[in-house]
């Protein structure tokens, strides 16, 4: 079974890259196969000049009422 990772690349960049891995047991050891790249994260605060975001959550979207007759 596999799950997605978020990875910061470099560390402490705030630069965050979200991948599809699987648990594999090798060796008696436990490590994470890579399975493929999924891209930016958006899950994760960016830095932005130095930085770190404030709110990692986006912003609310104020819905407009319909007004159908």
């Known amino acids: 079974m596999s799950f997605i ?6 560390p ?6 979200d991948y599809e891995v699987e648990t594999v047991h090798k060796g008696g050891k436990v490590i994470q196969r890579h399975i493929r790249y999924i891209g930016k994260s ?7 000049n ?5 709110s990692p959550e986006p912003a609310p979207v104020a819905i407009e ?4 007759v």
């Open 5 to 10: 990772r978020a990875k910061e690349i470099p």
């Open 12 to 17: 402490g960049s705030g630069n965050w890259y």
């Open 42 to 48: 958006s899950l994760r605060p960016s830095r932005s």
């Open 50 to 54: 130095g930085m770190a975001a404030s």
């Open 65 to 68: 009422p319909s007004t159908s």
